[in-house]
């Protein structure tokens, strides 16, 4: 049974940030919810507390950069770009700080609905200019997320999972090196963040059904690897599906999109997430699977590309355990 | 850099070269130059520890805004001297006083005169809205009420460095508008930053008109000091007061200096436009003529040869 992982980031942060002095600890009142409330209780001169002011958090952060330092900002994604959108843009994005933004409860992981869900937020920060996105999609990549957020020379945009994460990976994150989880021949998969336990989940009972799934996890979603996904893309028979935690307009979906439409490749590509909707307060769970971006919902759209019936539902499903990937083909091979 | 003039020559040759740079360009920033002139001349002049410029003083032209694929970029801070931990350094919060500002750089001889001359022109880094590549700008500001919250950023990051330079911040009063305003002064009394400090043109002027008609904000400086700054109160065209104002203590808060001023000083012919001041241009050439000999007259100049 996979490993489960309690609060990864709280432990990874301190340990990277007690290392380097010049990385700074900023929080707007979500201290504890973003798991950093032990740093802040055990090492309270790196920690700022910045009030519930986002929009002075992050052109104070820019002035911080102007200084030397590295702050690393915690908060919900959703408030590190909706109301302090030009603060972001002016302060942060424009002047490349060097400003970690560790967004918390991405997509659907909340249950505290629009207000709180990070949905548009990848289309958002994929458009901006001078910035770099990343997404952990296990408990090693939440780990790694702190340093190769600090590696990045400029902004960086992080979705970060918390709580209890499964660990699905043994090698740690690299930016800019996606992961070929399998490499099947009927379709390809492309995922990343919470989606990818989803589709691994889907795979096993593909598998079995007999249909071949070429598996791609996304850790770095830009700069997008339009070519590696590309040449995934031509080795595969019947097409593509994305499967993302965030609106299929803007993100991994649409990146896919123009990646095959610039290369003038025709493949279908079915695109799952958020349909041009917004989500509203649940479980992680059920809202998966009301708005059609759990397992099932990939085998769905699997058939629909194959024209074939594989007879699997949730009861497949559930039976179906999430191993761990070390026997996937690595990374690193690639 | 030794003072080739004094403060008030040098507030009396900002008025003068907005002034011609507004003849010659069918308007401009006028009214901008008649409140803050005294404010700019002081921070270049006196207040501020600055070093010798680090770009030419020709500015060169527009070289790119920051990426990857743009090593040589620079910012237009160079004109207010080098990043020493000693020196200060200096944000020009409402960036549309930029006219001004590259007025105060030739009068205290950090750019030569030529500057203004590319000012708003196609491929310039003068550009009419200071951006951060312009002469003696730091960062964008275009965007106003960010300014506070960047000199906090910065200043919390030099004093916990041990640095000695001081940050301080040019505002507008039309800033206290904005929310973000008040978290930037929040954020540095709570934090002690008292290595920041402002001084605001409080000329009662924003784009629309006056402000009590656009939106009333009541006592700024009660506010202020709620918010958990030190403030002093002055006569923004009285040196003496400002100086007085800038050896106020302020020990474990900012302090904001508020300078009351009025938007037609020195230029007393504005008065007419009362109140929609924020971009002075011409209605006629007879009234640019007009404006030419009466303000020309009031500033001890002779009026500008503009071509007609």
Same mark, same amino acid.
């Given at each position: 049974?996979?490993?489960?992982?309690?609060?990864?980031?709280?432990?990874?942060?301190?340990?990277?940030?007690?290392?380097?002095?010049?990385?700074?600890?900023?929080?707007?009142?979500?201290?504890?919810?973003?798991?950093?409330?032990?740093?802040?209780?055990?090492?309270?001169?790196?920690?700022?507390?910045?009030?519930?002011?986002?929009?002075?958090?992050?052109?104070?952060?820019?002035?911080?950069?102007?200084?030397?330092?590295?702050?690393?900002?915690?908060?919900?994604?959703?408030?590190?770009?909706?109301?302090?959108?030009?603060?972001?843009?002016?302060?942060?994005?424009?002047?490349?700080?060097?400003?970690?933004?560790?967004?918390?409860?991405?997509?659907?992981?909340?249950?505290?609905?629009?207000?709180?869900?990070?949905?548009?937020?990848?289309?958002?920060?994929?458009?901006?200019?001078?910035?770099?996105?990343?997404?952990?999609?296990? #408990?090693?990549?939440?780990?790694?997320?702190?340093?190769?957020?600090?590696?990045?020379?400029?902004?960086?945009?992080?979705?970060?999972?918390?709580?209890?994460?499964?660990?699905?990976?043994?090698?740690?994150?690299?930016?800019?090196?996606?992961?070929?989880?399998?490499?099947?021949?009927?379709?390809?998969?492309?995922?990343?963040?919470?989606?990818?336990?989803?589709?691994?989940?889907?795979?096993?009972?593909?598998?079995?059904? !007999?249909?071949?799934?070429?598996?791609?996890?996304?850790?770095?979603?830009?700069?997008?690897?339009?070519?590696? +996904?590309?040449?995934?893309?031509?080795?595969?028979?019947?097409?593509?599906?994305?499967?993302?935690?965030?609106?299929?307009?803007?993100?991994?979906?649409?990146?896919?999109?123009?990646?095959?439409?610039?290369? !003038?490749?025709?493949?279908?590509?079915?695109?799952?997430?958020?349909?041009?909707?917004?989500?509203?307060?649940?479980?992680?769970?059920?809202?998966?699977?009301?708005?059609?971006?759990?397992?099932?919902?990939?085998?769905?759209?699997?058939?629909?590309?194959? !024209?074939?019936?594989? !007879? +699997?539902?949730?009861?497949?499903?559930?039976?179906?355990?999430?191993? #761990?990937?070390?026997?996937?083909?690595?990374?690193?091979?690639? | 850099?030794?003072?080739?003039?004094?403060?008030?020559?040098?507030?009396? *040759?900002?008025?003068?070269?907005?002034?011609?740079?507004?003849?010659?360009?069918?308007?401009?920033?006028?009214?901008?130059?008649?409140?803050?002139?005294?404010? @700019?001349?002081?921070?270049?002049?006196?207040? @501020?520890?600055?070093?010798?410029?680090?770009?030419?003083?020709?500015?060169?032209?527009?070289?790119?805004?920051?990426?990857?694929?743009?090593?040589?970029?620079?910012?237009?801070?160079?004109?207010?001297?080098?990043?020493?931990?000693?020196?200060?350094?200096?944000?020009?919060?409402?960036?549309?006083?930029?006219?001004?500002?590259?007025?105060?750089?030739?009068?205290? *001889?950090?750019?030569?005169?030529?500057? @203004?001359?590319?000012?708003?022109?196609?491929?310039?880094?003068?550009?009419?809205?200071?951006?951060?590549?312009?002469?003696?700008?730091?960062?964008?500001?275009?965007?106003?009420?960010? *300014?506070?919250?960047?000199?906090?950023?910065?200043?919390?990051?030099?004093?916990?460095?041990?640095?000695?330079?001081?940050?301080?911040?040019?505002?507008?009063? *039309?800033?206290?508008?904005?929310?973000?305003?008040?978290?930037?002064?929040?954020?540095?009394?709570?934090?002690?930053?008292?290595?920041?400090?402002?001084?605001?043109?409080?000329?009662?002027?924003?784009?629309?008109?006056?402000?009590?008609?656009?939106?009333?904000?009541?006592?700024?400086?009660?506010?202020?000091?709620?918010?958990?700054?030190?403030?002093?109160?002055?006569?923004?065209?009285?040196?003496?007061?400002?100086?007085?104002?800038?050896?106020?203590?302020?020990?474990?808060?900012?302090?904001?200096?508020?300078?009351?001023?009025?938007?037609?000083?020195?230029?007393?012919?504005?008065?007419?436009?009362?109140?929609?001041?924020?971009?002075?241009?011409?209605?006629?050439?007879?009234?640019?003529?007009?404006?030419?000999?009466?303000?020309?007259?009031?500033?001890?100049?002779?009026?500008?040869?503009?071509?007609?």
């Amino acid at each position: 049974m996979v490993e489960m992982v309690n609060r990864p980031y709280a432990g990874a942060f301190e340990k990277y940030a007690v290392q380097h002095p010049e990385v700074l600890c900023l929080s707007a009142d979500l201290t504890s919810s973003c798991e950093i409330d032990g740093f802040r209780d055990r090492h309270p001169g790196q920690f700022l507390s910045m009030g519930m002011a986002e929009q002075n958090m992050l052109s104070f952060a820019g002035g911080l950069g102007l200084a030397g330092f590295r702050p690393f900002i915690h908060t919900f994604g959703v408030f590190l770009y909706r109301r302090p959108y030009d603060q972001l843009m002016a302060s942060i994005a424009y002047p490349r700080r060097k400003v970690r933004l560790m967004g918390f409860l991405p997509g659907v992981t909340t249950p505290g609905g629009m207000t709180h869900q990070a949905i548009e937020d990848i289309s958002i920060m994929r458009t901006i200019p001078n910035m770099t996105v990343l997404e952990a999609g296990d #408990a090693t990549e939440v780990e790694g997320i702190v340093e190769a957020a600090d590696s990045i020379d400029g902004p960086v945009y992080c979705r970060v999972l918390r709580g209890s994460v499964p660990r699905l990976f043994d090698s740690p994150l690299k930016v800019g090196e996606l992961r070929v989880l399998s490499e099947g021949t009927d379709v390809l998969v492309i995922t990343a963040g919470i989606t990818t336990e989803e589709a691994i989940r889907a795979r096993g009972a593909l598998e079995k059904a !007999g249909v071949s799934v070429r598996h791609l996890h996304l850790n770095t979603l830009k700069p997008f690897d339009a070519a590696t +996904i590309l040449a995934h893309a031509a080795e595969v028979r019947h097409g593509i599906v994305t499967l993302e935690n965030h609106l299929v307009a803007g993100g991994i979906g649409s990146m896919t999109a123009e990646a095959l439409a610039e290369a !003038g490749m025709a493949k279908r590509l079915i695109r799952l997430g958020l349909q041009d909707t917004y989500a509203h307060g649940g479980s992680r769970p059920y809202l998966m699977k009301y708005y059609g971006m759990d397992a099932l919902a990939l085998v769905r759209a699997i058939e629909e590309l194959t !024209g074939q019936q594989t !007879g +699997i539902g949730e009861e497949a499903l559930e039976a179906v355990r999430v191993d #761990a990937v070390h026997s996937a083909v690595k990374a690193e091979a690639l | 850099m030794e003072n080739q003039k004094t403060t008030e020559e040098v507030a009396r *040759g900002i008025r003068r070269r907005v002034f011609e740079h507004s003849m010659r360009n069918n308007g401009g920033y006028l009214s901008q130059a008649c409140s803050a002139a005294e404010q @700019l001349a002081f921070l270049y002049n006196e207040a @501020l520890n600055l070093g010798q410029p680090t770009l030419p003083e020709v500015p060169r032209p527009f070289g790119g805004v920051p990426s990857a694929d743009n090593p040589d970029y620079v910012t237009g801070a160079g004109y207010n001297g080098p990043f020493e931990p000693h020196y200060d350094r200096l944000f020009i919060a409402p960036a549309h006083y930029a006219l001004v500002a590259y007025a105060t750089l030739i009068e205290v *001889g950090r750019m030569a005169p030529e500057g @203004l001359e590319m000012f708003n022109k196609d491929g310039s880094s003068v550009e009419m809205i200071g951006a951060e590549h312009s002469p003696g700008m730091e960062v964008h500001n275009g965007t106003l009420g960010i *300014g506070l919250s960047t000199g906090a950023g910065l200043a919390w990051g030099r004093k916990r460095k041990g640095e000695p330079g001081e940050v301080c911040v040019f505002m507008s009063d *039309g800033e206290v508008q904005e929310g973000q305003t008040w978290e930037a002064v929040q954020a540095a009394a709570h934090h002690g930053i008292d290595n920041l400090w402002a001084i605001m043109d409080v000329n009662r002027q924003q784009c629309d008109g006056a402000m009590d008609s656009v939106m009333e904000v009541g006592d700024i400086a009660t506010k202020l000091r709620d918010f958990g700054a030190v403030v002093v109160e002055i006569d923004g065209h009285d040196l003496d007061a400002m100086r007085q104002a800038k050896a106020e203590p302020h020990e474990g808060r900012p302090l904001i200096i508020l300078a009351n001023t009025s938007p037609t000083q020195g230029m007393s012919f504005l008065q007419r436009r009362f109140p929609r001041l924020h971009y002075v241009r011409f209605k006629s050439e007879e009234e640019r003529a007009e404006m030419n000999r009466e303000i020309a007259a009031e500033l001890g100049i002779a009026p500008i040869d503009y071509g007609h």
